[in-house]
């Protein structure tokens, strides 16, 4: 469906765009973090595209990704704790064409850090505080990045694969519990 | 004798007053939540305050945060079922199917649900979204003085309610929708007892409308407060009811259309204002278009064009038979794979999206192979358009958050998952 999307990406960025797929009808472009902005400004603003609306932003840890069973041809690799270890999704919308492209980066664990799509569409603003608040993704540029479910005080990342569900973090102080975390 | 205004200003014209020796105009901070009544006990938001006048509003949700990511990790993908319903619990049969297109969708099972059940989700989705809307602008209504609307529409809302629990067997959450069909069939004498309903609730919303629509006070509480544009409402993701209000001609069902929506007649009401009158007009109009939806469903399944299984027949998604899981050790064996392994979905990712009571739903499901996903994200609508307040109540007075924070429709459980 947006096919010529990703075609029309390919032909103006060249290197800048790692992988395309599509699968289930999903469109998705594998982008290089230093021209995210750079690329997303040009969805937007090129009027054979208009990529206007923002969808939703998350990203995926991959430290445990083992995929079993039949593997689709170009399907992501298991991990082998070397190659970047979270995927940054951003989904667009394009109201005029009614089509959608999924953008993403991928971010190592030591820095993980991308640039921020908030000053471009402002939708992304929460979005992105949820993905810095589970995963611990810092997005550069965003106007106010805080934890947005949880509390200040709150140690970790939730949504990380090695974050054990049973944890708890208790936000009333507790002298039993001071230092445990 | 003294004129009224020396008596009561001191002074001979308000106009004389010299504001900046006497009233005194810092900037204050004022919390409103969680514990309010108009927060749904679920957000605060810090507000700065030039007298009743907003400066700034910080929105903060999360007091409902129940994990549902990191809970859905864990589950089997059967086994998430009751968490979605837990999300908009307005709505929750909209979120059912929601998340059971989305692992179709990995599955390669799109298009391939028994009619049936496709009607069935229709019919079961498009009164969830009537509850949906009956609850926005029955409590709405409500917080804005207006009490007889709110028992009229609850009570609406309650006969849709008793009747969801029949064909489901829970009032609230009803865990109903199943991957690949619906769990249980419409029972024998439903759809009549759902007609003579649908009577009421359109007697209940004319008397509601005649009660709201001219009314001086809702008006002016409504009408031009929270004013969102068009371009304002795409650039921050708006969908939904809010969109259509600002005149954004977005409707999932007819923009993407999924399951047996491209079949029926139905229109899209789009607003022209963008304030909370237009959204609340939207979701008057939306619910008559869902009984209409709903009309032409329950024809056709009369009519005996919707008849057949309510369930695929891929061995590797349904659960077989229970006679036969209880004879046959081939089956026995089947089913017991299906509760403890789940369903194998092959590795994969895949965004998928409905029309939800608030806007756009969407599942975006990362499958490994394995009987659980190894990533489950929701897309809330809930969410998405609260991010929008602070924006929208800036230059509002204190009262207004009340409708502009009932017209954004925030459901808890999906906006903090």
């Known amino acids: ?181 | 004798m003294a004129d009224l205004k020396t008596l009561v200003l001191g002074r001979k014209d308000a106009a004389d007053l010299d504001r900046e020796q006497e009233l005194p105009h810092e900037l204050m901070t004022v919390n409103m939540g969680p514990s309010h009544p108009a927060m749904h006990g679920t957000v605060r938001i810090v507000l700065t305050v030039d007298g009743e006048r907003i400066v700034a509003g910080d929105v903060q949700p999360g007091y409902l945060h129940r994990c549902f990511e990191k809970e859905a990790e864990y589950a089997t993908y059967t086994q998430i079922f009751p968490y979605t319903d837990r999300l908009n619990y307005v709505s929750p049969m909209i979120n059912n199917v929601g998340y059971a297109m989305a692992v179709e969708k990995l599955l390669g099972l799109t298009g391939k649900i028994p009619r049936r059940a496709e009607y069935i989700r229709v019919i079961v989705s498009e009164i969830s979204r009537i509850t949906d809307h009956l609850t926005c602008v029955g409590a709405s209504a409500m917080e804005l003085g207006a009490f007889t609307p709110f028992l009229y529409l609850l009570k609406a809302r309650e006969w849709l309610y008793t009747l969801l629990e029949e064909i489901s067997g829970a009032r609230l959450t009803h865990s109903y929708v199943r991957v690949g069909g619906v769990s249980k069939d419409i029972p024998d004498g439903w759809i009549p007892k759902l007609t003579a309903r649908f009577v009421e609730i359109r007697h209940a919303l004319v008397e509601c409308e005649a009660m709201l629509n001219g009314n001086k006070i809702f008006r002016d509480r409504m009408a031009g407060v929270g004013v969102l544009s068009k371009a304002d409402a795409i650039r921050w993701g708006q969908t939904g009811p809010i969109a259509r209000a600002c005149g954004l001609d977005y409707d999932v069902r007819k923009d993407h259309p999924y399951s047996i929506y491209p079949e029926l007649e139905f229109d899209v009401p789009v607003g022209t204002t963008g304030d909370c009158f237009d959204r609340y007009l939207v979701r008057i109009e939306e619910i008559k278009q869902s009984l209409r939806l709903v009309e032409q469903c329950l024809a056709e399944v009369e009519r005996g064009g919707a008849d057949g299984p309510i369930m695929t027949d891929d061995p590797w998604v349904a659960l077989p038979p229970k006679t036969d899981a209880y004879n046959t050790i081939e089956s026995m064996i089947r089913h017991f794979k299906h509760i403890v392994d789940g369903i194998r979905v092959p590795a994969g990712e895949a965004y998928t999206f409905v029309e939800g009571g608030n806007g756009e739903l969407g599942f975006f499901i990362v499958g490994d192979g394995t009987g659980r996903p190894y990533k489950c994200y929701c897309r809330s609508p809930s969410f998405v358009h609260l991010s929008t307040a602070s924006t929208i109540m800036h230059g509002h007075l204190i009262a207004d958050i009340v409708p502009i924070f009932g017209m954004i429709n925030m459901i808890g459980g999906e906006c903090d998952k």
């Not at chain 1, 960025?13 to 999903?26: N, Q």
């Not at chain 1, 970790?156 to 230092?179: F, N, S, W």
């Open chain 1, 1 to 181: 469906m947006a096919q010529s999307v990703l075609d029309a990406l390919k032909a103006k960025f060249g290197d800048a765009i790692e992988r395309t797929e599509s699968s289930h009808g999903d469109e998705t472009a594998v982008v290089k973090a230093a021209k995210l902005v750079e690329i997303a400004t040009f969805l937007r603003d090129d009027p054979k595209l208009a990529f206007d609306a923002p969808v939703f932003c998350t990203a995926i840890d991959l430290v445990h990704w083992q995929p079993v069973g039949p593997v689709l041809p170009g399907a992501r690799p298991a991990y082998d704790g070397v190659s970047p270890r979270f995927e940054v999704c951003y989904q667009l919308r394009s109201t005029t064409f009614k089509r959608r492209i999924r953008l993403k980066i991928f971010v190592t664990e030591a820095k993980p850090t991308v640039a921020s799509l908030t000053p471009l569409w402002p939708g992304f603003n929460w979005q992105e505080r949820e993905t810095f608040d589970m995963y611990g993704i810092r997005f550069e540029g965003h106007p106010d990045l805080r934890r947005i479910y949880l509390y200040e005080e709150f140690i970790g990342y939730p949504l990380r694969k090695d974050y054990p569900k049973e944890k708890r973090q208790p936000l009333v102080r507790r002298t039993d519990l001071v230092g445990d975390h």
